[in-house]
C-alpha cells in the first residue's frame, strides 16, 4: 500500500485530503506545519513514506523550508509541491528547490491522485485517472 | 510689495486719463482760435475806423485850407470857419488816438499829423487869417508835410490792417497744427497705457492656458506660476486650488480603487480554502454513491456542483482583481497550435456530446507557433467554448477553427445558435453581463469568462471581437502574435492518436 505524508496548515483541508486518500487506498500520515512533518518522518523509521505533499506556505516552518531540510539530509523521497501561487514561474522554482513536481491551488482530484501515482512509480491506471496528465505542457 | 493696481483700476485710470488730455487739448485749442478770432475782429473794426478817421482830418484839412485861403472870388478867409475846421480836425485826431492802442508806427505817424497841422495853422493859416500873406516856399513846404503825413497814417493802418490779417492766419494755423498734436500725444500716450496692460496680462494668461491644456492632458501635478494684475493672480489662484483639489480627488479615487482590489483579492484567496474543503468532501460522498440512499446522494451531488461553480467563480474573479491590478502574469513562449487547440477540444468534447451538439476541431495545415502561455490561451478557448456550448440550442454546430492571417494566428469559435443583437455585443466582453434572451434562464456561469478572455488576450498582446447577427449564430475571434523564429506546429504522434479518441 502507497504510504503517504501530507501537510498542510488548514485543518479542514487536511482532514479532507486525509479522508479522500485513504478512500482511494492511501496509507495517510498528517502534519499540521513543518516541524511536525519532519518529526512524522522520524517517527516513521523505516516505515518512510512513497510520496510527501507539501503545501508550500504554513506558519512556523514552510513547505519549502522543509523541503529544504529533506534535500539536506539526503532524502530521496518524491516531494510534491501544492502552492497557492499562480505565478507562471513557480513550478520552476519549486523545482529548483528540490521538489519532484507541483501542483496549483486549487487543483482537480484528478490531477491530484495522477501526480502522486506518478511519483510513487505505480503504472497508469488503465481507466479515467487522468486525462489530464498532460495538461501543463511546463511539467514534462 | 510692488505696487499692483487691479484691472479695472488700471482700466479707470487710463480712460481717466486719456480723457482728460483729450478734454484739455480740445478746450485750449478752441479757446486759443476763439482769441484769435475776436482779436482779429477788433483788430479789422478798429483799422477801418481808423481808415475813416484819417479820411476825416483829410477833410478837415481841406476845409481848413478852404477856410484860411478861399477860392479866388468868393469871400474873404475866415476865422470862424478856421476855428470849425481845426475843431473837426483835434475831434478826429483824439478819436484815431484811442483807435491807434498801442500800435507805435500808427501813434508816432499821428503825432507827426497833429505837429505838422499845428505848425501849418500857426505859421501858415492863422497868418492868412490875419491878413499876413506868408512865404510862398514856407506855407507850400508846411502843406506838404501835413498832406503826406497824413497819407503816411492811412497807408500804416492799411498795412497794419494787413498784418493783423496774416497775423491771424498764422496764429489759426499754428493753434490747429499744435490741437493735433495735442490729440496725436494723447492718443499715443493712450496707446503706450494700454500696450502696457495687456503685456501686464499675456504672459500670466499664456501660462494659464498652458496650464489648463497641460492638466486637460492628465497630468495632475501641473500648477501655474501666480502674477499679473490682481484679477489675473486671483485666476492664477483659483487654478491652482483647482488643481489641487482635482489631484487630491484623484489620489483618493486611486487610494480607494487599489483598497477595492485589495479586498477582492483577499476576499476571494480567503474564500478558496474553505471552497476546496466543501468541494472535496462533496467529491467524496458521490464517489460513495451505494452507501447514500437517493435523496443523500443528490444532495451530495448539488453541493459538489455548487461548490465547483462557487471555485470557478473565485479563480476568475482573482484573475481579474490580478488583472486589475497588473499582477495577472503569463510566461509566453513559442507554443505549437495544433496540440493545444486539440487538447481543449478534447477536455470540452463531453460537454457539447451531452447537449448533443456537433463540435468541430480544425487547425489550418502548417500553422506556425504562437508567442503565448499555453495553459492561459487553453483557458480562453475554455472559456469562449463554454460560452458557445450554453447559449447554443440543442443539436447546434460549434466550430473551433486556428489559421494563419499575417503575422498572426487567429482562433475562432463560431456556433449557429441564436446569435447577439448588436446592443448586446458591445457589452458581451461587460463584466457579470449575461445574454437575456432565450434559454439563458438555466444557463449557469458567472459572466466573468469573457472579460477574463479578454484580459488574457490583451495581456498577450493580441486582440479579441464578438460578430453576431440575431438568430445566425456568433462568432468569437482572437488573434495571437506569431512567436519568432517559431516552426509551423507539426503533429506529434501522441497527439494525433488522442485527438482521434474522442471524436
Known amino acids: 500500500m502507497t504510504r503517504l505524508l501530507v501537510a498542510d496548515d488548514s485543518e479542514t483541508v487536511l ?11 492511501y496509507d495517510v500520515v498528517t502534519a499540521t506545519d513543518g516541524f511536525e512533518a519532519l518529526e ?101 | ?21 483729450l478734454l484739455l487739448v480740445s478746450l485750449l485749442g478752441v479757446g486759443r482760435l476763439f482769441q484769435v478770432r475776436v482779436n482779429y475782429e477788433d483788430d479789422i473794426t478798429r483799422f477801418s475806423q481808423l481808415e475813416l478817421e484819417s479820411e476825416r482830418l483829410r477833410s478837415a484839412f481841406i476845409l481848413e485850407q478852404a477856410a484860411a485861403r478861399p477860392a479866388i472870388g468868393q469871400k474873404l478867409p475866415s476865422q470862424t470857419e478856421l476855428n470849425r475846421a481845426a475843431a473837426n480836425f483835434s475831434e478826429a ?17 499821428l503825432s507827426q499829423l497833429i505837429a505838422n497841422e499845428a505848425a501849418w495853422r500857426k505859421k501858415v493859416a492863422q497868418p492868412l487869417v490875419n491878413g499876413n500873406i506868408p512865404s510862398p516856399g514856407l506855407e507850400s513846404r508846411l502843406t506838404k508835410e501835413v498832406t503826406n503825413s497824413g497819407d503816411a ?18 496764429e489759426t494755423r499754428n493753434t490747429t497744427l499744435l490741437v493735433a498734436a495735442g490729440l496725436a500725444g494723447a492718443l499715443l500716450a493712450a496707446l503706450i497705457l494700454f500696450s502696457g496692460l495687456i503685456n501686464s496680462m499675456r504672459a500670466p494668461l499664456g501660462r494659464l492656458v498652458e496650464g489648463a491644456r497641460r492638466l486637460a492632458g492628465g497630468d495632475l501635478r501641473t500648477r501655474v506660476e501666480v502674477g499679473g494684475p490682481v484679477e489675473i493672480a486671483t485666476l492664477g489662484r483659483a487654478f491652482n486650488e483647482m488643481a489641487n483639489s482635482l489631484e487630491r480627488d484623484a489620489r483618493e479615487r486611486d487610494r480607494i480603487e487599489q483598497m477595492k482590489d485589495d479586498f477582492v483579492l483577499t476576499v476571494s484567496h480567503e474564500l478558496r480554502t474553505p471552497v476546496t474543503v466543501v468541494k472535496g468532501f462533496a467529491e467524496m460522498l458521490t464517489a460513495q454513491r451505494k452507501s447514500l440512499n437517493a435523496r ?20 476568475d474573479l482573482l484573475d481579474l482583481a490580478r488583472s486589475d491590478a497588473g499582477k495577472l502574469r503569463i510566461e509566453p513562449k513559442a507554443t505549437p497550435v495544433e496540440p493545444l487547440v486539440q487538447r481543449v477540444g478534447r477536455q470540452m468534447r463531453p460537454h457539447f456530446e451531452e447537449r448533443h451538439q456537433r463540435f468541430t476541431v480544425s487547425v489550418e495545415n502548417d500553422v506556425p507557433e504562437v508567442e503565448a502561455d499555453a495553459d492561459r490561451v487553453a483557458q480562453v478557448l475554455a472559456n469562449l467554448l463554454t460560452n458557445a456550448n450554453k447559449y447554443a ?3 447546434a454546430q460549434v466550430r473551433l477553427t486556428a489559421t494563419r492571417v499575417g503575422d498572426e494566428v487567429e482562433f475562432a ?91
Open chain 2, 93 to 109: 485826431a483824439g478819436r484815431a488816438h484811442d483807435l491807434t492802442g498801442d500800435e507805435a508806427g500808427l501813434s508816432s505817424s
Open chain 1, 40 to 140: 512524522r518522518l522520524r517517527e516513521a523509521g523505516s516505515q518512510k513514506p512513497d510520496v510527501i505533499l507539501l503545501d508550500a506556505m504554513m506558519p512556523n516552518m514552510s513547505g519549502t523550508e522543509v523541503l529544504e531540510q529533506l534535500r539536506i539530509q539526503g532524502s530521496k523521497i518524491p516531494v510534491l509541491m501544492i502552492s497557492a501561487h499562480l505565478d507562471a514561474q513557480e513550478p520552476d522554482r519549486m523545482r529548483s528547490l528540490g521538489a519532484s513536481d507541483c501542483i496549483p491551488k486549487p487543483f482537480e482530484w484528478e490531477d491530484l491522485i495522477g501526480k502522486i501515482e506518478e511519483l510513487a512509480g505505480n503504472p497508469p491506471s488503465d481507466g479515467d485517472s487522468s486525462p489530464d496528465g498532460d495538461s501543463r505542457p511546463d511539467a514534462g
Open chain 2, 153 to 170: 497814417l492811412a497807408t500804416g493802418t492799411r498795412s497794419a490792417r494787413d498784418d493783423s490779417r496774416d497775423d491771424a492766419r498764422a
Open chain 2, 413 to 503: 469559435v463560431s456556433d449557429d445558435g441564436p446569435g447577439l443583437g448588436g446592443e448586446e455585443l458591445d457589452h458581451v466582453f461587460d463584466r457579470f453581463w449575461r445574454a437575456q434572451s432565450g434559454e439563458t434562464q438555466e444557463v449557469g456561469g458567472t459572466g466573468l469568462g469573457l472579460a477574463i478572455a479578454k484580459s488574457l488576450v490583451e495581456l498577450h498582446g493580441g486582440a479579441i471581437s464578438a460578430n453576431s447577427t440575431q438568430g445566425e449564430g456568433a462568432t468569437f475571434r482572437f488573434v495571437l502574435p506569431i512567436a519568432k523564429d517559431g516552426q509551423p506546429t507539426r503533429t506529434e504522434p501522441a497527439s494525433r492518436t488522442k485527438a482521434g479518441a474522442p471524436g
Open chain 2, 393 to 395: 440550442q440543442e443539436g
Open chain 1, 15 to 25: 482532514l479532507m485530503l486525509e479522508r479522500r486518500l485513504e478512500m482511494e487506498g
Open chain 2, 1 to 21: 510689495m510692488r505696487f499692483n493696481p487691479s484691472l479695472t483700476s488700471r482700466l479707470r485710470i487710463g480712460f481717466l486719463v486719456l480723457f482728460a488730455l
Open chain 2, 296 to 315: 443523500q446522494y443528490e444532495a451530495a451531488e448539488v453541493i459538489a456542483e455548487s461548490s465547483a461553480q462557487l471555485q470557478k467563480m473565485i479563480n
